[in-house]
């Protein structure tokens, strides 16, 4: 027994009401990345009124849910994102932001109620489920710290593979932005602090001048990804503070710089702290200073899993949705995190807005939330299929195998 595709589709479009209900809720009372208390609260009087159980989870906000299956089998988790930011919203929707100076600019209440949906369809066929679904609704993506404290509160023990989505303005509603491998870059960031030797304005030969060699370093690390990476890898270097001196007249002792890193090859983002760190220095000792490198490792790259991308395509093609090649952004997501222990596959849905995200007039059409429900409910039904025939055959079952192959005495 299975769930045609079809009949998702239209309990989904029965149940639009109810999750134009909850987007709208949501949208109007944004909270900023660990704030979102309020948000966790809705959420999980949603769930719960759907009679989807409630994971117990150690962190201030975020929500982690389950259905269940009737039958055992694996455990494959959805994850949305649920914060916002501290923009001024100037849509002038009727359902618009209730808080001053906050937005959710990038569509995360979307997302949150996207896959509030999924949970209902899946909820009302337990019966036909061979495992569990696991729910993730993360705080502080914007952040970029919830992944990685929902991880460490146990959110994906035991969960085989999961999937995420991102609102896509620029893509039709309907339309599903689909890719194996990189699909969003690693974030890190750095900060070049140059000791030099400080003096009077007028008596530069005294002084060793920290300003001068920070602005060679700031050329120079230009080079570090047109001469040192390949120029079939893309990376980007962006130097984006430089502070120093307190005085007009005065030769300061140190300068910094702050910057950040990007690239969708994790294979670049390892060796770029040192090479950075090479030049900086190498520059820093031709003016006679001394430079200092400090890396803050941010976000791995979001790499989409192969096996994880196939099952979101049958389910997209399964449901007629319009599929595309996911044009790759240079912008950060957590999710990449998950994707570090498990099979994931985050994909772009199409939203059809006029602004980019984190504008002030972002909107996203919310004909969306059925077809993404119903995407994310029947991925998790085909995933649980996949991973649970793997398991079947790991363990000898599948084809009656009999004794699982560890147990043979081979
Ligand atoms: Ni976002």
Not at 243 to 256: E, K, L, Q
Not at 321 to 350: M, R
Request: negative net charge; glycine residues 10%; charged residues 20%.
């Amino acid at each position: 027994m299975t769930i045609s595709a079809k009949a998702l589709l239209r309990e989904a479009e029965e149940m639009q009401s109810k999750l134009v209900e909850i987007r709208r809720e949501l949208h109007s009372y944004p909270e900023l990345s660990w704030e979102e208390h309020r948000t966790t609260r809705k959420i999980r009087d949603f769930l719960a009124e759907a009679g989807i159980g409630i994971l117990p989870l150690e962190l201030p906000v975020g929500v982690l849910a389950e259905v269940v299956g009737a039958e055992p089998g694996p455990a494959i988790a959805l994850r949305a994102d649920i914060d916002a930011l501290p923009i001024r919203e100037e849509t002038g929707l009727s359902y618009a932001s209730v808080i001053e100076g906050r937005m959710h600019a990038c569509g995360h209440d979307f997302h949150a109620s996207a896959i509030l949906g999924a949970a209902l369809l899946l909820q009302k066929h337990t019966a036909l489920l061979r495992g569990r679904v696991r729910l993730l609704f993360q705080p502080a993506e914007e952040k970029g710290t919830g992944a990685s404290a929902m991880m460490k509160a146990g959110a994906l023990k035991d969960v085989k593979a999961i999937f995420g989505m991102h609102n896509k303005p620029d893509l039709p509603v309907g339309t599903v932005g689909l890719k194996a491998g990189p699909l969003m870059a690693s974030v890190d960031g750095f900060k070049i602090t140059v000791s030099g030797k400080g003096g009077h304005a007028a008596v530069p030969d005294a002084a060793i001048d920290p300003i001068v060699a920070a602005s060679a370093i700031v050329g120079g690390l230009q080079t570090a990804v047109s001469r040192s990476i390949s120029p079939f890898d893309s990376a980007v270097v962006s130097v984006c503070q430089f502070h120093a001196g307190t005085s007009w007249n005065v030769i300061p002792d140190t300068a910094t710089l702050d910057g950040t890193v990007r690239t969708f090859h994790p294979q670049v983002r390892k060796k770029t702290p040192e090479l950075l760190e090479r030049i900086a220095s190498g520059i820093a000792a031709g003016h006679g200073a001394l430079a200092k490198l400090e890396w803050f490792a941010g976000i791995p790259c979001v790499d989409n899993h192969p096996a994880a991308t196939e099952v979101l395509r049958n389910a997209a093609e399964a449901l007629q949705l319009s599929i595309v090649e996911a044009k790759p952004s240079a912008g950060g997501e957590d999710f990449a995190h998950y994707q570090q222990v498990v099979p994931g596959s985050f994909a772009w849905i199409g939203t059809g807005g006029t602004e980019e995200w984190h504008h002030p007039k972002f909107t996203v059409d919310e004909d969306a939330l059925v077809p993404s429900a119903a995407l994310f409910a029947l991925a998790a039904i085909y995933a649980l299929e996949k991973w649970g025939a793997e398991r079947e055959q790991e363990i000898g079952l599948a084809g009656g195998k009999g004794i699982p192959p560890h147990l043979t005495g081979v």
